[in-house]
């Protein structure tokens, strides 16, 4: 069915069913008024407008709300119509209902179809019933059959473009959160990184110069410098294991990768493989989140963004570096016009460590991140 107007009928619960049952009772009513027609075809007429509502309310809504759409549904409802026309043709003024009902049951060249179809009722009926009201007839409804295609493909326009507003407004909040997010974590490992640079650092150097001078620490001042020292030292470490993230406080960060992947993995069903290379080693703490946060941001991006059907993530190890690459093979993008996807928040980050991120992309091939890190 059509997206959009089933979005509208969604939005505005009963709003619809109302207008229908006002356009139908008012119609009948001039139906009911109308001199020159026998009893039995105006209760004919307004017969079949009272079924063409009833048909909507009981059925036609419930297809609508469910988006299955019924053109067989919507064709009764029109026979219906050509019934009270044929009848008494005042009743071709319930046309102001049937239009907007017509783009709600079916797509839009459908309904365009279904429009110019039911337009051409009142005429096709005068010309076998009154042959002198052919030509006005067919100049309303040519005049209708435009202007209700033209009102139907604008206001269904209006409401695509209210749909992706309001579904850009909630990925713009989406993104704010997570640079909110974000910006306290990088507060954070700066954070980390100054207590493990300078306060670790400047304990373990006390200590070792203090042991140099006295290795057996015979003189208690000494013992309870060095003793101080390590305590502090301990706090130290503390305090830079609780700012490094989560998932690094219990695992190595080739773990923490990994579960990365198998995460994205169970969330996306996407397949996702995960491997290294080199020997594995311990990388200051500062090195081993922004890689663990470019692996979760690049694999968010393949996520939202990539419609890949496969994934995989290295990490490797060399004597002078460690590169962690994300690839996928989506759909691709323009990488210069893409710094909306996270990539100017991991670019910045790498330069905090003297990264280097480079980023590929392709339509035939996917994306690859890369990110390479002295160490």
Not at 22 to 33: D, G, R, T
Not at 49 to 68: E, N, P, Q, S, T
Not at 92 to 100: G, K, M, R, V
Not at 302 to 316: C, K, P, S
């Amino acid at each position: 069915m059509n997206a959009p107007a089933d979005e509208a009928h969604n939005r505005y619960p009963g709003v619809w069913e109302s207008y229908l049952g006002v356009v139908a009772l008012v119609v009948s009513l001039a139906v009911l008024m109308s001199y020159g027609f026998s009893l039995a075809l105006r209760l004919t007429s307004v017969g079949a407008i009272a079924l063409i509502a009833v048909i909507h309310l009981v059925w036609g809504r419930k297809v609508i709300i469910a988006d299955r759409g019924s053109p067989r549904l919507l064709a009764l409802e029109l026979a219906l119509f050509a019934v009270a026309v044929i009848a008494v043709p005042v009743a071709n003024w319930l046309l102001f209902a049937i239009i907007p009902l017509i783009f709600q049951m079916v797509r839009l060249r459908e309904a365009a179809v279904a429009v110019v179809a039911v337009n051409l009722v009142p005429p096709v009926v005068d010309l076998f019933l009154r042959p002198q009201q052919v030509v006005m007839d067919l100049i309303v409804a040519t005049i209708s059959a435009a202007s209700g295609i033209w009102l139907g493909f604008f206001i269904t326009r209006v409401i695509q473009q209210s749909v992706e507003r309001r579904q850009l407004i909630a990925d713009l909040e989406a993104s704010r959160s997570e640079v909110a997010r974000l910006s306290r974590e990088a507060e954070r490992t700066h954070l980390a990184a100054e207590i493990h640079d300078t306060l670790a650092q400047g304990f373990t150097s006390i200590i070792t110069l203090l042991q140099s001078v006295d290795p057996d620490l015979r003189d208690e001042r000494l013992a309870l410098a060095v003793r101080t020292a390590r305590e502090n030292l301990a706090e130290a470490r503390s305090l830079v294991a609780a700012l490094a993230p989560s998932p690094l406080a219990s695992a190595s960060l080739p773990e923490a990768v990994r579960r990365q992947a198998s995460r994205f993995a169970e969330e996306s069903g996407v397949p996702a493989t995960f491997r290294t290379s080199g020997d594995e080693r311990t990388l200051p703490t500062a090195v081993e989140v922004v890689l663990l946060r470019a692996a979760q941001e690049a694999l968010t991006n393949v996520r939202r963004h990539a419609g890949a059907h496969e994934a995989a993530v290295l990490l490797a190890y060399t004597p002078s570096h460690v590169r962690l690459v994300v690839r996928d093979d989506g759909r691709g993008f323009v990488p210069g016009a893409a710094d909306g996807f996270g990539l100017s928040g991991m670019r910045s980050r790498a330069a905090q460590i003297s990264g280097d991120l480079r980023v590929r992309s392709d339509p035939e091939t996917g994306t690859t991140v890369e990110l390479e890190v002295p160490v």
